[in-house]
């Protein structure tokens, strides 16, 4: 068992990563002073294959609980399905000290974030995150937010979790697809700051594939730990330092959003957007070619894209130009010098943005 502490004062909590995290939580759970009803938001499916273990859990310590099902997919994460689960909270919580479990992926994650920070100028929740994404990006940090059709994450709020229950065994029903999505964030971990994670994670590859818990124990934890020290640096992503974790994610968030967020997940995009990045780096003459070609070969060893196929170049493009974190007209791209090491660049001309992504279609 692994346990990382986010250290923000008197919002401090911790981040508890092992196989059978949530069967051995539940007197952290009581410890916390959460409340005595746990209103539990997930999906039928999740709830079908490890609701058991969450109630167990909750019984053996005398809380008493109610699992909202949401449909699984991004739609669920709206200010309607919001207002929706505010209004039975408001019908099941009287007389009740309840707080809230986030016991799924991302968009319950953010959903259950975003409900929490709100409702009653906001309550207490937890987070049991069930995909390898959200252990490693979602569930930490406290970024909350609901998507309007014109714009993804455009309504939320910082509002950090209690508590982040990270259990490995969950994660044995995720198919391969949704690993690897985890994985480009894992490995982006690995390029911005870590090079013993990058090192694992290029001699350990079968094993992780293979879902060996101790491996996934060690990249998880490896991975949230650095999400951890640089949240607890720049809670609110006010001093640029979040900025690294950015790496790969402008190229990206064109690619999904230019192919209408249906040809990639989120980490595929941002395997490609991590090529581009490289690739900017070494054109810039910050990365050497060797390096360059050490992480094109990790990402693509994984299984995960690293060319654009199936979208046209100009969708990718608008979106570029309008991208948020382009401070003015000036441009800033997180890049590499080493494998571990990130800088942020401005100004960095949109023409060699352009031809780095039209060169991603040969
Ligand atoms: N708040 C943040 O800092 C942050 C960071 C990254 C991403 N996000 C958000 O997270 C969302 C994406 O999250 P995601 O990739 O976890 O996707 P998701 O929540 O949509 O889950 C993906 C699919 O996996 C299924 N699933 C979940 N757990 C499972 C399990 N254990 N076994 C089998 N299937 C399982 C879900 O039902 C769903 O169909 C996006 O909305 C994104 O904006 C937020
Ligand atoms: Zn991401």
Redesign the pocket.
């Known amino acids: 068992m692994k346990i990382i502490k986010v250290n923000l004062k008197e919002k401090s909590y911790d981040i508890i990563i092992s196989d059978g995290t949530i069967t051995g939580s539940a007197g952290i759970i009581k410890k916390s002073g959460l409340g005595n009803y746990a209103y539990i938001i997930t999906?039928r499916?999740?709830k079908d294959?490890y609701g058991r273990l969450l109630e167990k859990t909750l019984k053996k310590n005398g809380i008493d609980f109610k699992f909202k099902l949401l449909p699984?997919t991004?739609k669920t994460?709206s200010i309607h399905t919001a207002i929706r689960v505010i209004e039975d909270i408001v019908k099941t919580g009287k007389s009740k000290k309840i707080f809230l479990v986030a016991f799924?992926?991302?968009?319950?994650?953010?959903l259950t974030g975003f409900v929490a920070s709100i409702y009653k100028r906001g309550i207490p929740y937890i987070q049991v995150p069930?995909?390898l994404?959200?252990q490693v990006?979602?569930s930490i940090?406290g970024?909350?937010?609901v998507d309007l059709k014109e714009a993804?994450?455009i309504i939320g709020a910082f509002y950090q979790p209690r508590l982040v229950l990270s259990d490995i065994s969950?994660?044995q029903?995720?198919d391969a697809r949704?690993m690897r999505?985890g994985l480009a964030e894992i490995i982006k971990y690995g390029i911005i700051k870590d090079k013993i994670l990058f090192d694992f994670l290029a001699q350990n590859r079968k094993n992780i594939l293979a879902k060996n818990k101790k491996a996934l124990e060690f990249i998880i934890a490896r991975s949230s730990s650095i999400k951890a020290r640089i949240v607890e640096k720049d809670e609110k992503e006010e001093k640029g330092l979040r900025t690294i974790l950015n790496f790969g994610h402008t190229f990206a968030h064109a690619i999904e959003s230019g192919s209408g967020y249906r040809k990639y997940n989120?980490g595929e995009a941002v395997a490609i957007g991590m090529v581009c990045a490289l690739e900017m780096s070494h054109r810039l003459k910050i990365l050497d070619k060797h390096k360059l070609e050490k992480a094109t070969t990790l990402i693509r060893s994984y299984g995960l894209p690293i060319k654009i196929k199936g979208v046209a170049l100009k969708d990718i493009l608008t979106p570029l130009y309008y991208d948020k974190k382009f401070i003015g007209k000036r441009t800033r791209f997180v890049l590499v010098k080493d494998i571990g090491r990130a800088v942020t660049k401005e100004n960095i001309p949109i023409p060699l943005a352009r031809r780095i992504i039209a060169d991603r279609f040969k």
């Open positions: 999906h499916s999740i294959r699984e991004e994460k799924g992926g991302g968009v319950i994650g953010d069930t995909t994404l959200a990006d979602a940090g970024k909350t937010a993804k994450n969950l994660l029903s995720l949704q999505a989120h």
